[in-house]
């Protein structure tokens, strides 16, 4: 969970800006001046450091000043952290975020959302659907079209998760809104209406995240002496590292293997992420590119780790929930070609983020500041696997697990 930094954590956790820790006209003067100094921040660093800034900038200006005149009218009922929050959906950026939340705050993309919807001919339908989720577990399929969510259509939902417009917002923008609104808040009951098998059904979703998983890894020796290893959301966490070489050193006798990067929506380090990389190289290799704001070009090298190099056939799967720095290896193996991926779109985590500090709340903005590419030039958040098959189905059968296991089988 993600927490607030001191001194003002009982100010931010407050459903109300103005609670008792304001009892003062003047104190609560201050409160607005010192908000309107954390939106200024904010609009600042979007427009000076924002790798992105460019297809933002029509509206950007207006989306800063309803921040700041919403700022500077704070009602008793108005969220501090709430109006924050409005300025960075005109991101519409699933990389942005703050390193705080309250149970108002909206669900983050990938690592809360239990599904993905993308239009197909004019209708919304359900493409991903994230395994033992409130989704799975409710029954949505890959297919389905989505009808209504909490009594909203589409369009109308979209449109609560996009607050400033220059004339009709993008393509990518309300796609981005639809599913960000689906996630749903943290306080909000989630009922979703759709069309599947023939019939109209309405469900009520539980929480959208799966069970977490005590060990880093998974791992299995599966038919045919394929090995198997699934990330379990820790590719931030040193521990990682010596889970995964422990697991590689028992499958060192197989004939292939399967990387799982699909449950890897929280993103990492490259600390957690270079020694794993290194392990299937024999000499320095270059896996990805880092394109600075004046457009400079650096190719990141890593080196072999370990005592000895897997050198067997392997394929690495990724999907909706192939996160920032999962969305990294993935295109690191393929771009070593050392990995063949299979999978579909993933998170789309666009570039490497900063934190921004904001001065009187403490919170931190962390903003994308500058690209991240595979080496054939593509961006990170744009590149899709050359083997392209339903990654995320939900509880049903894992169509990519088998498809992996064929592939290698042959």
């Not at 979703?205 to 959301?233: C, H, K, Q």
């Not at 399967?258 to 896996?287: C, H, M, Q, W």
Request: aromatic share 6%.
């Amino acid at each position: 969970m993600r927490l607030f930094s001191t001194p003002v954590a009982a100010i931010l956790l407050a459903s109300a800006a103005c609670s008792s820790a304001t009892d003062s006209p003047e104190q609560s003067d201050r409160e607005v001046v010192s908000l309107a100094l954390d939106v200024q921040t904010i609009c600042d660093a979007v427009t000076e450091s924002y790798a992105y800034y460019e297809a933002r900038a029509e509206y950007w200006p207006r989306s800063c000043e309803t921040a700041r005149l919403a700022a500077e009218n704070l009602g008793e009922n108005d969220s501090v952290l709430g109006i924050l929050e409005t300025l960075i959906d005109d991101l519409y950026d699933p990389h942005v975020s703050m390193n705080a939340n309250n149970q108002a705050s909206p669900r983050l993309l990938p690592s809360g959302a239990d599904l993905w919807v993308d239009e197909v001919d004019g209708q919304f339908v359900v493409s991903a659907v994230r395994p033992q989720s409130g989704a799975a577990n409710a029954g949505i399929q890959i297919g389905a079209e989505l009808l209504s969510f909490n009594g909203l259509t589409p369009d109308a939902l979209a449109a609560t998760r996009i607050h400033t417009a220059s004339t009709e917002a993008s393509h990518d923008r309300k796609l981005w809104a639809l599913n960000a609104a689906l996630a749903g808040r943290r306080d909000q009951s989630r009922l979703i209406e759709v069309r599947q098998d023939g019939e109209v059904v309405l469900l009520d979703l539980d929480t959208p995240e799966p069970p977490s998983v005590s060990e880093p890894i998974s791992v299995e020796r599966l038919e045919g002496e394929i090995g198997y290893i699934r990330f379990n959301n820790r590719l931030g966490d040193g521990v990682t590292v010596t889970a995964f070489n422990t697991a590689l050193e028992t499958l060192r006798s197989t004939e292939g293997l399967i990387l799982d990067l699909r449950n890897t929506p929280g993103g990492g380090n490259t600390n957690v992420a270079e020694p794993i990389l290194g392990r299937f190289i024999s000499k320095s290799t270059t896996y990805q590119k880092t394109v600075r704001a004046n457009g400079t070009e650096i190719d990141r090298t890593i080196a072999p780790t370990g005592d000895w190099t897997y050198e067997q056939p392997v394929i690495v799967l990724a999907g909706r929930w192939t996160g920032s720095m999962g969305e990294g290896m993935t295109i690191g193996f393929d771009g070593m070609q050392r990995g063949t991926v299979m999978g579909s779109k993933m998170g789309r985590l666009a570039g490497g983020t900063e934190p921004v500090d904001l001065p009187f709340t403490g919170v931190s903005l962390w903003l994308p500041t500058y690209d991240l590419r595979h080496l054939d030039g593509t961006p990170r958040h744009l590149w899709v696997p050359e083997y392209s098959l339903p990654a995320d189905n939900g509880n049903d059968t894992d169509l990519a697990l088998d498809a992996a296991l064929e592939r290698l089988q042959q």
